[in-house]
């Protein structure tokens, strides 16, 4: 399996309260994304970065920010927690150079965020 | 971005071949298609990636058609193991800075003894 980790794996925090969920590649891939996964609607991009300091916004970015201020770590932040942000939180990787046609994401063991 | 859509469930037994189908008509002359699985609190995994005709791996068979306004999954021989759900992406490769992939609600497979 790819070397991908999130922290925390679990989460309950209040209304409000910022949060950061943390993922970690030692794999050096330079693409890295954060989706969000509810009940009935698969997964949702919300933001990803093509490399350090570059981000862009996913379906879903409204209430998130990221930063990536090196290769191996991807921040998602919760600037004001709301309920509907509730959710599990996957992050993913990739690497595909010049030339490579391939969409293989690897994907991380996901957050569990409860919002009360 | 090309949308797609999926059966929302669909059952099978032990030893069948199973077929699942993707539509996306819109899908754009540089898209390609891309099937994941997921199981129960698991991230989703890359199963098959294709552009057109058939690609095969050992897991899985990708049949495009030449209008490749869909997509078909084949699962071979499925056993309880493949009870997932399954997620069919169209996008542009990820080297291309504007690639954003969409992941629709997926199929979710039942295999049955």
């Known amino acids: 399996d790819a070397g991908i980790t999130q922290s925390p794996r679990h989460k309950v925090t209040e209304t409000g309260t910022p949060v950061t969920l943390r993922c970690h590649q030692t794999?050096?891939?330079?693409?890295m994304y954060w989706y969000r996964q509810d009940p009935g609607h698969g997964l949702r991009l919300i933001h990803y970065s093509y490399g350090v300091k570059d981000t862009d916004k996913g379906e879903v970015s409204d209430g998130y920010s990221v930063s990536r201020s090196k290769t191996e770590d991807f921040l998602l932040t919760l600037e004001s927690a709301t309920s509907s942000q509730t959710s599990v939180y996957f992050c993913a990787i990739s690497e595909a150079t010049s030339g490579s046609s391939s969409n293989e994401q690897f994907f991380g063991p996901g957050t569990r965020l409860t919002v009360l | 971005l090309a949308k797609t859509t999926q059966p929302i469930s669909m059952d099978s037994y032990e030893g069948q071949e199973v077929n699942i189908t993707c539509s996306h008509n819109n899908i754009a002359t540089n898209d390609y298609i891309t099937w994941y699985q997921q199981f129960p609190s698991q991230g989703p995994r890359f199963i098959i990636q294709?552009?057109?005709t058939k690609v095969t791996n050992e897991v899985a068979s990708l049949f495009i058609p030449a209008d490749r306004k869909s997509s078909t999954l084949s699962l071979p021989r499925v056993s309880l193991s493949d009870t997932a759900v399954y997620y069919c992406l169209v996008g542009v490769p990820f080297y291309s800075s504007a690639s954003k992939i969409i992941f629709g609600s997926g199929t979710r497979l039942s295999i049955r003894p």
């Open positions: 794999e050096n891939h330079r693409y």
């Open positions: 294709g552009y057109k």
